[in-house]
């Protein structure tokens, strides 16, 4: 049975897809102005726009749905296998993180600071979707996301790689800033309200905190992404 093809709406997660040679595009509908907007890069594709009035992008998706007049229908990206993906930089694992708003969030993140790959279970985790592009803003294009089976052997493999494995724990000993931090490094980073598994945090080399001077000493699992890889990479 063939995998279903991604809907990409709105206007950055558009732009990128269409700015991406291994994207395969099927169909591109457009409101005039939407069109307009990125004319430049429907044109460098080769894609003539099907024009179409909003609401019919509302009736597809949702009122709810911000598509700012802009939908393609996509082939899914071929993603690599954790033995295909570079073996330096960051790598960030995710222990049953299933938001598809603070995943997409999380893509972002890690586009903005040049991360290796997104790791994740293939089960426990969200899946492709409208709404993962668009909380990823284009930034779905650019990561590669791995799922695995199981988060634990994908640990191990990274250790065989060289990498050093971090775990995000609020209660953790040891503060982020005093651990060695050099590259190849994996942060790993549980869902909210339950952090790390058991297993997880046994495999993991080390468990760090964000240190926070606040009243408040969590924070939303994309924020906490955010910070973190700017500790690592400062």
Known sequence: MSEPNDLIYGVHPVAEALKNPKRKIYSLKASKNAADRLAAE???RGLTPEIVHPNVLDRRLGEDAVHQGLLIEAKPLDQPRLDQIEKSGIVVLLDQVTDPHNVGAIIRTCAAFNVTAL???????????????KSASGAYEHVPFVKVTNLSRAMAELKDYGFRILGLDSDAPEDIAAVDRTPPVAIV?????KGLRQLTRESCDHLVRLDMNGPIRSLNVSNACAVTLYALTR
């Open 119 to 133: 790791v994740a279970t293939a089960r426990h985790s969200p899946e492709a979707s409208a709404v993962l592009f």
């Open 189 to 193: 980073l549980g869902a909210e309200g």
């Open 42 to 44: 429907i044109a460098a």
